[in-house]
Structures are given as structure tokens and as C-alpha cells.
């Protein structure tokens, strides 16, 4: 099995490379996807936040009002630890549970937003960044997110530099480009991992 981390800056296009990873194979495990799953409504999860937060941050249907979390936590470091502090074990409980569950000859590909935040990049066989260029992050997020550019500019002030998702990347995948290249420059990393994953179950026979 190859564990890879996959990486990115907010409106860089991970989703995008995670969805060409799983086309071409790869196992994926997706950190905001179990994030959410970990705070539905019933679950401890969402009973821990609203002890920290308050009820105002449950929506009328007894769920998780995300924007209205997303404005605390993202104007606040301190509030931002705390929230993490709730949701990041569970999460990683959970995906350790996908990871065993994957076949031996597996490429786990693990979709971890906060990965260079949390210095995770230990945990993983493989780290990939998806990268794009601050202006092209900010026009995503305006044009095909709705955000406003105030907000699009906390989000992404509120994550890791984009230096520091470079420095830990074994393998960097260049997104200000159109979905064609995109996808070949995929299709030529996948390559690189199916040769990598052999490689390590040879070495193990």
C-alpha cells in the first residue's frame, strides 16, 4: 500500500486532482468529506462543538450551520484551535478505519486540506501539493464559489503560506493551467505511483 497526502491551498483545484486520482485508480480518503460525516446530527462530534460554540451554530434542522461556525472560527486563531481540537481526532480515527480497509496493492490517496497546518506530512508515504497561484486561488473562489473577495482573502489567510505547502511536497502539481493539461499531468503522477507502489511490495516480498 502507498499512502499518499494530497494537499492544496484553498481554490487551487484539489478536488479536482483527488476526482482525476480516484478515475485513475487511487483509493481516496477525504478529510473534509469524514469532517462533516463526524458532526452530523447524533454524533458526539456535533455535541462537542456545540458545547464549545454554543447553540447558535446549529442550523433550524438541528445540523451544523457552516457559515455560521465558519465566520467565528476563521476571524480567530484561538476559536479555530478549538474547533480543530474536536474534529481532528475523530477524523483521523476515521480515516485510519478507510486505510486498513483498502486492499495491500492499494494507492490511498488521503485529501487532507490542513495537512502543512497540522504537520502531517510524516504520516504519509507521499506528499503532493496541488498548487495555483494566489490570483488565480482568489478568482476561483469569487467566481465559481460566490464568495466575496473580503472573505475569499480571510479563508485564504487562514491557511498554511503556500511556501510552507511547497517545502513538504515530494511531488507538486502545477493547476494554473486548463482541465486537458490538468488531467495528463495527473495521469503522468499516477504513473509515478503505480511504479513506486510496486516497487515498495517488491521490496517487502
Known sequence: MLKVGLTGGIGA????????????GAVLIDADRIAREVVAPGTPGLAAVVEAFGEDVLAEDGGLDRPKLGSIVFADPDRLAVLNSIVHPLVGARSRELESAAAPDAVVVHDVPLLAENSLAPLYDL????????????????????MTEQDARARMAAQAAREKRLEIADVVIDNDVP??????????????LERRTRGSQASQE
Open 179 to 192: 482541465l486537458d493539461e490538468l488531467r495528463q499531468r495527473v495521469a503522468d503522477v499516477w504513473a509515478d
Open 13 to 24: 483545484g484539489k478536488s479536482e486532482v483527488s476526482k482525476l486520482l480516484v478515475e485513475q
Open 127 to 146: 506528499v503532493i501539493v496541488v498548487d495555483a497561484s494566489p490570483e488565480t486561488q482568489l478568482d476561483r473562489l469569487v467566481r465559481l464559489r460566490g
